[in-house]
């Protein structure tokens, strides 16, 4: 069992930066792949990007490549996702989330366990 608790959302101009948290509990948290989704209100759940076990590789979506970067530090049990360059359309509940399959997996339903999400909204 994982627990997960994200933080950090909040308000920002457009071509700011934040940084979420997502707090992790559970002995098992180093062994899963972990990731971060986001929906916007109207729309489908989103992959944003995820990170190996071992924070050795990252995976990211097309929307976000080269403004956000994911990375994890177990020793912690916390995965940080650091947005920079924000756009309004990159507001949206952003989730973490924990899986056994591979990073490039980009399916929600193969995650097995989420946190409550963090609203961020990026004013124009």
């Known amino acids: 069992q994982v627990q997960l608790v994200e933080s950090g959302g909040g308000l920002v101009q457009a071509g700011g930066s934040l940084r979420l948290s997502c707090a992790a509990s559970?002995?098992?948290?180093?062994?899963?792949?972990m990731g971060w989704f986001r929906r916007a209100p109207g729309k489908e759940r989103e992959f944003v990007a995820a990170?190996?076990?071992?924070?050795?590789?990252?995976y990211y979506a097309d929307s976000v490549k080269g403004r956000f970067t994911l990375s994890r530090d177990n020793a912690k049990n916390t995965v940080y996702l650091q947005m920079n360059s924000l756009k309004p359309e990159d507001t949206a509940v952003y989730y973490c989330?924990?899986?056994?399959?591979?990073?490039?997996?980009?399916?929600?339903?193969?995650?097995?366990?989420w946190g409550q999400g963090t609203q961020v909204t990026v004013s124009s």
């Open positions: 559970g002995r098992t948290f180093n062994s899963y792949n």
């Open positions: 990170v190996t076990w071992d924070g050795g590789r990252t």
């Open positions: 989330a924990a899986t056994g399959h591979g990073i490039t997996t980009i399916d929600p339903k193969r995650y097995d366990y």
